[in-house]
């Protein structure tokens, strides 16, 4: 068991070495130079010179390559380019808003997808099925911004019932900023989840049909055990592995859409400090956004393995 | 095992609850969030408005000696007084300077300052201030003021309200470029500040501008404090007291956002795609104002194609600019002919006869000058050219495709690159293109222009044509050090036709800009041409009144 844990950790930080060496290098290989995107207009060579080597992007790339992994042995994550403060600030002044969103968003997927995905299984081909089936399939081809800028539409500007952009109304405090907060929430949160819930539900659903058809199942049944129990209890536990697996997987997902999604919004999260620094090409902050999302994807997966090592007593050995 | 999914069950709704309170305590908080200045705190202020604006993005740099986005400069401006100010109808008008004259043949420009106009923390703002703060720019070469700079030898404090600079040959719009560029800053803080082109300053700002900025949430939103002292507010001080910039990526966002009442003004010009669902409501005003820029081709004369004036003539003559701004920019933008665009009155130059719309007679042109058809495509041999554009641009792209359709007619054949921003300036700069599809941002006056986009040396890094003619430098050289005013406009006046009848760029249009704001709760507003100034320059925001 230990050197199953041993060998996950292993690989997860191989993967945050892929990702980080992905990152710095398709950066570098961009054809565009982030020193013509400081000054509109005029701009002598000298003073693109003198940018460059701010940058330090006048090194040979492999020279900056191991400069920078140096860096981040020591957990500096380097300073911006066009904001002048260290990349950890920005990144942890924005990062709150994307866990609040991003971590509602899949507890929220959770809690409704599961009894959602139980009821399909075990009602087939009623009403309820039927819906998780239209939208499951249906919510794979929704594009968020499309739906963001709908629910905008509606809810925020049509119905006036939310506000439109921002997280917090800055000037309120105590109770009334929860409020607020919740309030700025409830939009983006609501399109995340309604991209994400039809096809976690559905997943959920095919491995509980699949499940619920299993011999053990059946001499549970036989055994006289309540249906409530044989569906919670057993049939749950086996179909709720590989759609745990499944949302592990998709919390990648979950967080690309967050960059989309906190854009639209204006939402103040990392995801849209990497679409500003995209535009800007701040290399650092990318590559910083860039390892912080590795490392929390690669986190998620290894709470999921060792989950599943818990609940599947086939892993342990 | 028994429970197992309960208890994850259980642990998850903890733990997402334990988020949600570790979060919001902390971003409550503001913690490190949130910068604030030192007078005021956040508190309503009685009887003063708050005009809220919609920015696209968080500042970047709140450094005014360095900062250039244009979004920075709505705050910056604000901030930190210039000595001159751009007025509606793109003529310097007194800011700080109450005036400016020159000594010896133009050699010597010195400005002279108001003396009412004071720092947020009481002291005096006096030619030191200014003597330091271009002191500064020249050390570093900072920004693009360094630029305006050049040909300084020398900074003059005469008394505590008269700054000479002494310039190595006269330049004629020296005073105006520097005026209107160089945001003064207080030297009792920067001179503090050690190495000034490393100065975060991203608190406790101290300004002298007409709004000062007094807090930044990044990612939220920016705060600015009316001053009270500002000379040029009306009677009694400006009636916005609190002016606050908030951020909308998405400029969609932000228009269901100022139609919701979320925010009072967009900063940035609504998309002519938006124009028209804008004005149907009532209660939003929509203000147009004028260009410091214009869209245009340039040619890339180091091709041996483009090299020669008549490709270039007749390439002038398959593009339809009427149709284009009566279509493409649904009538909201300006014609012009040569270089010089029309919103600088002084330099008129409507004699010019501007390029006709005739595809056939570009075509009889080519012909003339030897372009034959050999292989019989319709395509004249050896007139292919590429034309890069910025895919941003949702106006430009379709004159892309206009342009091309155009010129096919004509024998000519124009391939299209409309590529993401980032690369289009890359490739620009780095000069591989045939024909450059773009816009000029803003040019405060001819001279720099003509400086900045012809000269061989190429000071400015825009020579969009790379060109490199004697002639040329000689007439533009000649310009710049003429210091009598009547012979200088002569002067401009002669570039203007001489680049015209080399056809080196097809100007296209001097677009208007259209912006949204809520007319039924403020009015008043001054706008500056184009969409750096527009309606948020300070002096603008000062004049603003709440409606009843």
Known sequence: MLRYAASRLFRAILTIWIAVTVTFFLLRLLPADPTLLVVEGDMTPEMQEALRSQYGLDKPILQQYVLYLGQLVQGNLGVSFRQLVPVSDLLLSRLPWTLLLAGSAFVLTLLIGIPLGVQAAVGRGGLVDRAVQFFGITANALFIPSVAILLLVVFGSNLGWFPIGQAIDPDTRGLAAYASLLHHLALPLFSLVLVQLGPYALTLRTNMVEVLGEDYITSARSRGLTHRRVVWRHALRNAVLPALMLMGLQLGTLIGGAVLTETVFAYPGVGRLIFESVQQLDFPVLQGAFVILAVTVVLANLLTDLLSMALNPRIRT | ?548
């Open chain 2, 1 to 548: 095992m028994k429970g197992t999914i309960g208890r994850i069950r259980r642990t998850g709704a903890a733990l997402a609850v334990a988020t949600l309170v570790a979060v919001t305590g902390c971003s409550l908080n503001e913690g490190g969030g949130e910068s604030t200045g030192g007078s005021g705190g956040s508190d309503e202020q009685a009887g003063g408005a708050t005009l809220r604006i919609g920015t696209t993005t968080d500042m970047e740099n709140f450094n005014p000696l360095q900062s250039l986005s244009k979004t920075d400069s709505w705050i910056l401006n604000a901030t930190y007084p210039t000595l001159l100010r751009i007025d509606g109808n793109a003529q310097k008008v007194p800011e700080l300077a109450e005036e400016y004259t020159t000594e010896a043949d133009g050699t010597v420009v010195v400005f002279h300052l108001r003396d009412d106009f004071e720092w947020s923390d009481g002291t005096p703002v006096t030619a030191k201030d200014v003597a330091f703060t271009a002191q500064a720019i020249m050390d570093h070469q900072l920004g693009n003021v360094a630029a305006k700079l050049t040909w300084v030898t020398g900074i003059e404090v005469r008394d505590d309200h008269t700054v000479a600079f002494t310039l190595s040959e006269p330049y004629a719009p020296f005073a105006e470029g520097v005026g209107f560029w160089m945001r003064i800053v207080p030297e009792h803080i920067f001179s503090k500040a050690g190495d000034v082109s490393q100065f975060a300053n991203d608190s406790d700002w101290v300004g002298a501008g007409a709004y000062i900025l007094e807090s930044a949430t990044k990612g939220q939103r920016y705060v600015l404090k009316a001053n009270e002292n500002y000379p040029y507010a009306p009677e009694g001080g400006p009636a916005v007291e609190t002016v606050e910039y908030v951020v909308y990526p998405d400029v969609n966002t932000m228009i269901l956002a100022l139609r919701n009442g979320d925010i009072d003004l967009m900063g940035t010009p609504v998309p002519v795609s938006a124009v028209a669902s804008l004005e149907s409501d009532e209660n939003i005003a929509i203000e147009t104002v004028g260009s410091l820029g214009f869209a245009h081709l340039t040619y890339n004369v180091q091709h041996p194609v483009l090299a020669d004036q008549t490709v270039r003539q007749a390439l002038s003559m398959v593009v339809d600019t009427e149709s284009i701004i009566e279509t493409i920019l649904q009538g909201d933008g300006e014609r012009m002919v040569g270089p010089i665009s029309p919103i600088f009155a002084d330099y008129d130059n409507s004699d010019l006869e501007p390029y006709p719309f005739d595809p056939a007679g570009a075509r009889a042109l080519l012909e003339g000058a030897g372009y034959t058809d050999g292989d019989g495509d319709g395509i004249l041999d050896d007139l292919t050219f590429e034309m890069v554009c910025d895919q941003s641009n949702a106006n430009l792209t379709r004159v892309a495709e206009v342009v091309r359709d155009d010129a096919a007619e004509a024998g000519i054949q124009i391939d299209l690159a409309c590529i993401e921003r980032n690369t289009f300036l890359a490739r620009t700069r780095g000069g591989e293109y045939d024909i450059d599809l773009s816009q000029w941002g803003v040019f405060d006056n001819p001279m720099d222009q003509l400086r900045s986009t012809y000269l061989s040396s190429n000071p400015g890094g825009i020579n969009y044509n790379l060109v490199a003619d004697p002639e040329l430098d000689a007439l533009v050289n000649d310009a710049a050090v003429t210091a009598d005013p009547e012979q200088f406009v002569e002067k401009i006046k002669g570039i203007d036709a001489y680049v015209h009848d080399q056809a080196l760029l097809t100007p296209l249009y001097v677009e208007n800009f259209r912006f949204a704001y809520r007319g039924d709760r403020f009015t008043g507003f001054d706008p500056s041409p184009s969409d750096l100034l527009g309606m948020v320059t300070g002096y603008s925001l000062a004049q603003v009144t709440p409606v009843d």
